[in-house]
């Protein structure tokens, strides 16, 4: 079974950076699409970013555009998400999920991935 373990979740100062990772298993192909979620205390899980099977495509929600960047190796079969100029609005659960090629929703929908990580909490003080 594929397992999806994320790690590099922590606290920072409005500013910071942090960077996340995801890592798979040997049930984990290379041939997924990759994606990061988010979901805030009392709020609905959104989707920040996503990278095609390649990493030649990536996806970002307008929120993060220009200060999180989304990378894979393929080989290490491993997902990461830079994080740069960390605002408190970005302090959420951070998770990273595959899509194994069933129905298509749209890179950043969460109805498009079917197999999820158990998440590592980043916390943006200001």
């Known amino acids: 079974q594929a397992q999806l373990v994320e790690s590099g979740g922590g606290s920072v100062q409005a500013g910071g950076s942090l960077r996340l990772s995801c890592e798979g298993n040997d049930y984990t192909p290379s041939s997924y699409h990759w994606g990061w979620f988010r979901q805030a205390p009392g709020k609905e899980r959104e989707g920040v970013a996503s990278?095609?099977?390649?990493?030649?495509?990536?996806y970002y929600a307008a929120s993060v555009q220009g200060r999180f960047t989304i990378s894979r190796d393929n080989a290490k079969r491993t997902l990461y998400l830079q994080m740069n100029s960390l605002k408190p609005d970005d302090t959420a659960m951070y998770y990273c999920?595959?899509?194994?090629?069933?129905?298509?929703?749209?890179?950043?929908?969460?109805?498009?991935?079917?197999?999820w990580g158990q998440g590592t909490q980043v916390t943006v003080s200001s």
């Open positions: 999920a595959t899509a194994s090629g069933g129905s298509w929703f749209g890179p950043l929908s969460l109805k498009t991935y079917n197999n």
């Open positions: 990278i095609s099977t390649g990493g030649g495509t990536t």
